[in-house]
């Protein structure tokens, strides 16, 4: 914790930390000072002028979301000079705000009514004024209403910031208007739909398409959770009704707006838990037709074949299953199956020490980032969070070193691109980095004996040595040599493609024997080829494969959507998704994250547990679930780099864009997401 | 030429001295400002050339293109030096005859030459001519007297000789110093010492800092920096460099409108001069100093007067103020430390460096030192550019150079500072120019504007068109700002209609004096400023307006209704014959009548009638 500062806000003693604004600091003492502009993590802009407080000692009323806190300062918040300025401005964006809060989706949660409460106005002093702009709703993600909009600019800043571009304002004075380029609707101006404004919008201005009749905020129910649809497992808030989700939000776990923020697929893509392609009922193959089964009959069925097979089973899970799930599968294979044919598809793109020895970090503290094979892109829909989170960091503070054979979507922001070989690169930089005053083990230069420098490796080594705090993220292809950067100084992360992949192989779903590709029998990523190792094959999880591996007499499919595999299955059990369970995750920075159920599981699908507990049963064994410490254990195994070898490992031709939408297959395909595809906007 | 030092700055004032003290040929100094060159002055400066060509004397007499020289009123204007001859309101035809009887016969042209009003004598030189006399030009020293297009004669004045001494013989802190002593204070309006703003900038440890020169000159009737700028474009390079010296500044920006095409070109000549006499660039006089400049060119948004929506604009952005602190001279330009100061304060710093700051503090009054530049303009004679020492009274510039109030009519008010500032009415007229005491007086000194208003103004319709143009330039961002001058421009066209109610007066100070606590920038802060001083000075107009229907000044064109006065007509027909509407009847030897109908209320009738029969 650094330097703290005392002060005294309404009489009250606050202990802050140095830097903090008054907001923030009031805010620690359980005191609101309203605001209509303010984000959290940004800087303070001061356009609405609702955080004007008094101090002692100065006479004009200052705005607190750009003050700082200083030792012995006197804060009043609710003086009678700054409350007639609040009352003044809500006043005035009253007389030109619709009164509508009687139908208004937002009511209940939008700040204007929440101060226009306090002041108890009804309506403006002002005669009404109006303009009649169009609502744009060209788009089934994101409704624009400029009528309702307070031109607080938080949505503008927002979008700016994590790089989108796509908002801006027009005009001047009253006439000043949020617009995309060329005020064309948001479906025309490149905008990606990830809904960070909406998030934001302390109004109706900006609101989930679909969101009018959903219900009342207060009516809803809000879980705590986690995106699981790609490797930057975001944190997300579920509101639910009855049943049914509702809406989706960035988490609001983290408190910064660093990291908050989900993307199009974490917040529209929840209708597949409806959709068509659900899986609600067992099924087994009869007569070459799967019909539906209870559960029971299916389970009894398959302990049976289970026990038979014993060795020659094999279990090949996605690298989306929650901790809880993995570690259960892990225990019933080798305790009651017996069989160590285990593995998941972050096998496909990495090796099981690649993720174990990735590390913990905190991006909010890197004061370098480099990236290495990595290629985040909000556009291409590749690991959004993380493009988004870079630009962030960059904006606040920080630079960034992109390092990649192709050209990335950061490469402009960074100040030093080494396009060509990653590895030689890398290895170019570590040659370089003892010229800048940082010594260097002998154990580590003796690998990079042989390596060629040019003047943008030694510029990078040189930035990388001037760096306090760097932090290396990787493709787990590029891991070994990339951790070697780390070794010297900072920290070094595997960025896997999936939610859990380091979850999956830190609860030991990893490979003992035979590989996920053995089992599947696929070469270089999805393309299968050749014949299974396995006689019974056992998929948990929506595995993106498409057909039923040669030389498997039983395959069994537990899965939560027909996938291509599921149809080809001849058994086939309904996985409860991760919406519909509760559990927990470890995210591309290793940290543990809880994930809360929403609602209740679909037809008669189940969470894997459930169903491994089940199956054990049946076949005559007791498995116990792991209890939340045992995961919390297993995922906190701490990390000890060593020199690593500077050779690439896996050959994984899947694209990243590929290889995500054949995993995300069925949300892409049964949720509103499926519009990109139609308007040809993936 | 290759780098310069000081030697060779030296030999080129010598070697051109004689063009500036007009030792050689006889001078015809010709306005080339953007005033003059609207009433024609290029073209007489062409059939100047070709006159003293055809008459054969083009080897003794020079025509020069100068900048502004302040007698705007009576444009085009031409000097003769050394004999400091007037004359002005030239045409194309005066040419021949002006050049023969000037040139040729020697003897003065007697009707273009300057007619005292009062005493109808004629003054032919210029430094008799009141307009002049009672000015002390110091920002504008080199006006009339070089081309701004001439670097060589600039420097015959002594341009660059203060750059030379910041650079070469004083260190920063002595610089800091001068500067100090001088007592200058921003001319932009706030009147911030310019020796703080300085020493704040260089205190800061970045390797990077910037200069940068506002030229955003955007406040209604104001064309000071305008005419600084296409008259003596290097006194502000001068300036902006030794700024750079004392901050340590590498790189300058001049941000000025797209509006000033003629001062953005002989900025641009400038520079480009300068950067060949290696005055700007690398190793600057042999002192190994360096600094190089740019042109902005902003696109006339008023806000980007300010100084954090000005870098803003700079740094690609929209033009949007942001809360200070920090402060420019923290984190100004791409969060570098950053000087910021306006042309008219950069222009003094060469004659505070030359002179010594001492000598600057011998004019002025106690806080407020040196001259000030003004735009006078409105109603009165002499409109155009004066320079005045701080602590001349109000009633000076407007009577002793401005000449007074045309016509009959009577001084109402004078407004200062633009949509900033306020009116200050007749019983204010021996204020003094001092940032304080006009301060005080609920105006504000601003950047120069003088707009001087006689009876037929009227002071609400005034404060409306200042509330308009302030709420159509607010750029948005802070809600008092953006809403509550557009609450106060509804009042405001509410009065003026004749719906006004006793209680808007109140409410008008309501919403001015919240608006001004609680806005973002000084735009928004200083927006009520007319419409305050006008409601402190001139209530009974507002109240005449709202109790009694009545806008004295009949510009309210609700309020008015014309009628002829049939005591006072004499059927002279005018007013039927300037009716664009067909509204006045009129019949020989009758008393016209005006039809309340067909009337537009342009004021034509009463414009042109000579007998005051128009109520």
């Known amino acids: 914790m650094g330097k703290q500062v005392k002060l005294r806000i309404d009489g009250q003693e606050v202990q802050a930390p140095a830097g903090m604004n008054l907001i923030d600091a009031a805010e620690l003492a359980g005191i609101h000072i309203p605001n209509l502009c303010y984000l959290r993590g940004m800087k303070g802009i001061g356009a609405c002028r609702m955080c004007l407080v008094e101090v002692e000692g100065l006479k004009a009323p200052i705005i607190a979301c750009n003050t700082k806190v200083k030792q012995d300062m006197a804060v009043h918040t609710r003086t009678e000079r700054v409350q007639e300025i609040r009352r003044f401005v809500v006043d005035l964006i009253l007389s030109m705000h619709p009164l509508d809060c009687v139908t208004c989706t937002k009511s209940g949660v939008c700040n204007l009514q929440e101060y226009a409460y306090e002041f108890g106005l009804k309506e403006s002093s002002f005669s009404r004024k109006k303009f009649t702009y169009p609502v744009d709703e060209g788009n089934p993600f994101v409704k624009r209403d400029p009528a309702y909009c307070i031109l607080c600019g938080r949505c503008v800043r927002v979008c700016k910031e994590q790089g989108t571009n796509v908002l801006d304002f027009m005009g001047r004075g009253i006439e000043s208007k949020v617009i995309t380029a060329n005020d064309m609707p948001l479906h025309e101006s490149g905008c990606t739909f990830c809904g960070s404004c909406i998030d934001v919008c302390p109004v109706s201005a900006l609101r989930e398409a679909d969101r009018e009749k959903k219900g009342r905020e207060w009516e809803f129910s809000r879980h705590e959770s986690v995106c699981m649809l790609c490797g930057c497992g975001c944190d997300i808030t579920v509101s639910t009704k009855g049943d049914l989700i509702q809406k989706i939000n960035a988490g609001s776990r983290s408190p910064s707006t660093e990291q908050h923020f989900i993307c199009t697929y974490g917040r529209f893509g929840y209708e597949h838990v409806d959709g068509g392609k659900r899986i609600l009922s067992p099924m087994v193959r009869k007569g070459g037709q799967l019909q539906e089964v209870s559960m029971k009959d299916a389970l009894e069925d398959l302990a049976g074949r289970l026990k038979k097979a014993g060795k020659n089973t094999g279990f090949i899970s996605t690298a989306s299953i929650l901790n809880e799930d993995a570690m259960t599968l892990q225990r019933f294979s080798g305790e009651v199956v017996k069989t160590s044919n285990i593995d998941s598809t972050a096998s496909l793109y990495a090796r099981p020490e690649q993720l174990e020895k990735s590390q913990k970090a905190k991006l909010d503290k890197a004061d370098l980032i480099i990236l290495v094979g990595v290629n985040p892109s909000q556009w291409t829909r590749v690991l959004p969070a993380l493009d988004v989170a870079v630009r962030r960091r960059l904006s606040r503070k920080g630079r960034l070193i992109t390092i990649n054979s192709q050209e990335t979507a950061l490469d402009k922001l960074a100040e030093i691109n080494l396009n060509g070989d990653e590895i030689q690169a890398v290895q170019g930089m570590i040659k370089s980095v003892p010229d800048h005053g940082i010594k260097v083990d002998q154990k580590l230069l003796k690998h990079v004996q042989e390596a060629s420098t040019d003047k943008n490796m030694q510029q990078a080594a040189e930035m990388f040595a001037g760096s306090s705090n760097p932090l290396i993220i990787s493709d787990p292809a590029f891991f070994d040599v990339a951790s070697n950067l780390a070794w010297i100084k900072g920290q070094a992360m595997a960025m896997p493609l999936e939610s859990n992949a380091r979850g999956v192989v830190l609860m030991g779903v990893k490979s003992k024997d035979n590989t996920f590709q053995d089992m599947a029998a696929v070469e270089h990523g999805l393309v299968q080829r050749g014949r299974s190792t396995v006689k019974l094959l056992y998929a948990v999880g929506d595995v993106p494969l498409s057909k039923k591996p040669d030389g498997v007499d039983f395959l069994v499919v537990q899965s939560s959507s027909f996938t291509g595999l599921a149809r080809e299955a001849d058994m086939v059990l309904p996985a409860a998704t991760y919406l519909e369970s509760s559990g927990s995750m470890v995210d591309y920075l290793g940290q543990l994250k809880t994930v809360e159920q929403a609602i209740e599981p679909r037809g008669e699908s189940k969470t894997h547990r459930d169903i491994f507990v089940q199956l054990a049963k049946n076949m005559g064994a007791t498995l116990k679930k792991p209890t939340f410490s045992e995961v919390k254990k297993a995922a906190g195994t701490e990390v000890i780099l060593s020199v690593a070898d500077m050779s690439r490992k896996e050959a994984f031709q899947e694209t990243p864009e590929s290889y995500l939408q054949a995993l995300n297959a069925p949300v892409l395909e049964t949720s509103r997401l499926l519009w990109l595809k139609e308007s040809g906007m993936t | ?615």
């Open chain 2, 1 to 615: 030429m290759p780098a310069m030092n000081l030697q060779d700055l030296q030999s080129i004032r010598e070697a051109n001295r004689h063009r500036v003290e007009f030792t050689r040929n006889t001078c015809l100094m010709l306005c080339g400002g953007t005033g003059c060159r609207s009433t024609g002055s290029l073209e007489i400066k062409e059939a100047l050339q070709k006159e003293i060509t055809t008459r054969g004397i083009q080897d003794s007499v020079d025509v020069v293109e100068t900048g502004c020289n302040g007698f705007c009123a009576r444009g085009p204007i031409l000097v003769v030096q050394p004999h400091d001859i007037f004359y002005h309101n030239l045409t194309l035809q005066d040419i021949p005859e002006l050049v023969q009887e000037q040139l040729v016969n020697n003897t003065p042209l007697q009707r273009l030459q300057y007619k005292d009003p009062v005493s109808k004598q004629i003054l032919p030189r210029q430094q008799d001519i009141p307009f002049f006399a009672h000015q002390l030009p110091w920002v504008l020293r080199n006006r009339g007297i070089i081309d701004p297009e001439s670097i060589d004669q600039y420097i015959a004045r002594d341009g660059y000789f203060a750059a030379a001494r910041a650079l070469l013989e004083m260190t920063p802190g002595d610089i800091l110093q001068q500067m100090h002593k001088s007592g200058l204070r921003g001319r932009g309006g706030a009147g911030f010492p310019v020796h703080l703003k300085w020493k704040y900038a260089s205190e800061e440890k970045s390797p990077v800092k910037y200069v940068v020169c506002n030229a955003d000159e955007g406040d209604p009737g104001a064309f000071m920096d305008r005419s600084i700028l296409e008259a003596n474009p290097h006194s502000v390079l001068e300036g902006m460099l030794i700024a750079a010296r004392t901050v340590n500044a590498g790189h300058g920006f001049i941000y000025c409108r797209t509006e000033y095409p003629l001062a953005l070109e002989r900025v641009q000549t400038a520079i480009d001069r300068a950067r060949e006499y290696g005055l700007l660039g690398s190793d600057i006089l042999g002192s190994g100093f360096q600094f190089d400049l740019e042109i902005y060119q902003g696109a006339g948004a008023f806000v980007c007067g300010e100084e954090t929506a000005l870098m803003r604009s700079i740094e690609g952005g929209r033009g949007m103020p942001r809360p200070r602190p920090p402060f420019p001279a923290q984190k100004g330009l791409w969060d570098r430390p950053t000087v910021l100061n306006n042309v008219e304060t950069l222009a003094n710093v060469p004659l505070i460096i030359l002179e010594g700051g001492d000598w600057y503090a011998g004019v002025g009054t106690e806080h407020s030192k040196g001259t000030k530049v003004f735009a006078l303009s409105g109603d009165v004679r002499n409109i155009g550019l004066v320079e005045v020492p701080m602590g001349t009274s109000l009633c000076s510039i407007i009577y002793d150079i401005g000449g007074g109030i045309p016509g009959k009519r009577k001084f109402k008010a004078v407004q200062l500072g633009g949509p900033s500032g306020g009116c200050v009415p007749a019983e204010y007229l021996d204020l003094p120019v001092d940032y304080e005491a006009i301060s005080r007086a609920g105006a504000i000194m601003g950047s120069g504007g003088m707009i001087v208003m006689d009876q037929r103004t009227c002071m609400v319709d005034m404060a409306r068109f200042f509330m308009d143009f302030v709420q159509e330039e607010s750029c948005g961002k802070c809600t008092p700002c953006r809403e509550g001058t557009m609450r106060i421009l509804e009042i405001l066209d509410r009065i003026r209609a004749g719906d006004g109610v006793i209680q808007d007066l109140w409410e008008l100070e309501d919403l001015s004096a919240t608006i001004r606590d609680s806005s973002l920038c000084g735009l928004g802060q200083t927006a009520p400023n007319p419409v305050l001083s006008t409601l402190k000075y001139f209530p009974k107009e507002y109240e005449d307006h709202i109790r009694n229907k009545k806008c004295p000044a009949k510009k309210c064109t609700a309020l008015v209704k014309f009628r002829v006065n049939a005591d006072k007509c004499t059927s002279c027909g005018l007013c039927h014959k300037n009716c664009p509407s067909g509204a006045v009847h009129w019949k020989k030897k009758q008393p016209a009548e005006i039809d309340p109908q067909k009337c537009i209320k342009c004021m034509l009738c009463l414009d042109n009638c000579m007998f005051d029969a128009i109520d």
